[in-house]
């Protein structure tokens, strides 16, 4: 027999938007089909689902299926020329009067973000002009003209080595916010959804960052030319251009930051390691519950078929992923027995099948920072069956 209709979300609940879902009257986003079939969730539960359409929510591309034509209020975002439409969703992610400093700051940052992204996948490289100039060290117009390729491009890796500076002190604020007391975990992303959204954001950016930096090889073999190229030129007395850009001892650190596979995880993770020290006053639960909880609901949104059937967009998907890889490797690093021991509140086998479930191609490098980024896989402590299943 069909369900009787749902009933109206409680005054209580801390929503502070209400109106349409995607099409949706709000109300009935409490009333999604529960894991079981015919049980409906309870509004208290259905508090944790109303997060997991905020933290999928996009500000280009598409989201959640409604199976109804948009709002006539929904927001248009173009991207590169192609028109798309975002769903008008009942959580718009606005930041209340008590988030608004820090989400201001953090906004400053996310806005760079796809410029950042952008940049990094159009780089090219200078690898054939350095090429011809290391074949022909005489020919003194190779050498010129191979130091006038790489000079612009260090340029550009010293923008992303430093919009990485900018991120760590991006996380770090909305780490304060969302773990600090008296809240719980939960609580704080409930609260704070303005600020969790930017979280999953700040997630988003590094997997896809460190996705295309680890498929770029001329990143490292630019730089290493370039430094090699400037202490020659120091021996000799020659004038450099591009020197007072890059001194040696930025030159230093960011020669460690591209050293790393994922270099911008890694800056994170310290970040978040960094954080917990500095904050010993602060139960580490609060930190790790919260990494825990997000990382829950985006495994529940994509290997239920109710949830994950509502995305119109593939970038949706991935987005889901990357976030949930994201809090895997910070919780990893944070708590002290790691995410992959039996006491572990991330479901790491849960975790890793949804991302078994997807196209090989398009996970590969997700796998692999949980193989190669995390810090307990290889741990006695964890199972045979995780370790097999990240082979």
């Not at 208290?44 to 709002?71: D, I, K, M, N, V």
């Not at 992204?117 to 090219?124: G, I, N, T, V, W």
């Amino acid at each position: 027999p069909p369900l009787p209709p749902p009933p109206p979300l409680p005054g209580s609940l801390p929503l502070r938007h209400r109106g349409r879902c995607g099409g949706l009257p709000v109300p009935a986003v409490a009333a999604f089909p529960a894991p079981v079939p015919g049980l409906p969730l309870a509004p208290q539960r259905s508090r944790l689902h109303l997060l997991l359409l905020l933290l999928l929510r996009r500000r280009r591309g598409g989201g959640e299926r409604s199976g109804a034509e948009p709002s006539p209020g929904g927001s248009r975002a173009t991207d590169r020329g192609t028109r798309t439409e975002t769903p008008a969703l009942a959580i718009d992610a606005q930041p209340t009067e008590s988030e608004k400093e820090i989400y201001n700051q953090v906004n400053v940052v996310l806005k760079d973000a796809e410029g950042i992204l952008e940049d990094l996948q159009s780089y090219r490289g200078a690898g054939h002009e350095i090429r011809e100039a290391i074949q022909h060290p005489s020919d003194e117009k190779l050498q010129e003209k191979a130091w006038g390729a790489v000079i612009p491009l260090v340029g550009k890796l010293k923008k992303f080595y430093e919009f990485s500076q900018r991120l760590e002190a991006a996380l770090r604020g909305l780490l304060g916010a969302l773990t600090s007391t008296p809240y719980s975990p939960t609580q704080h992303l409930e609260r704070e959804q303005a600020l969790a959204k930017q979280f999953a954001e700040i997630l988003h950016f590094t997997l896809r960052f460190d996705e295309l930096k680890m498929t770029n090889p001329a990143i490292q073999n630019d730089f290493s030319y370039y430094r090699r190229t400037l202490s020659r030129m120091r021996i000799n007395n020659v004038p450099a251009e591009g020197e007072n850009e890059v001194n040696n001892e930025l030159a230093n650190r960011m020669s460690l930051f591209y050293a790393e596979a994922t270099p911008m995880l890694k800056t994170l993770s310290d970040a978040t390691t960094k954080f917990v020290s500095e904050n010993k006053n602060l139960p580490i639960e609060n930190t790790t519950d919260c990494l825990s909880t997000m990382a829950s609901v985006c495994r529940v949104m994509l290997e239920t078929p109710e949830y994950r059937s509502r995305f119109t967009n593939e970038e949706t998907v991935s987005f889901c992923l990357r976030v949930m890889v994201g809090v895997i490797i910070l919780y990893d690093h944070v708590h002290p027995v790691g995410a992959f021991a039996k006491t572990s509140k991330i479901d790491m086998k849960g975790c890793i099948k949804v991302l078994k479930d997807q196209p090989p191609n398009s996970v590969e490098g997700l796998l692999n920072a949980l193989r190669y980024t995390t810090k307990h896989l290889n741990d006695e402590t964890t199972s045979k069956q995780i370790k097999s299943m990240l082979q």
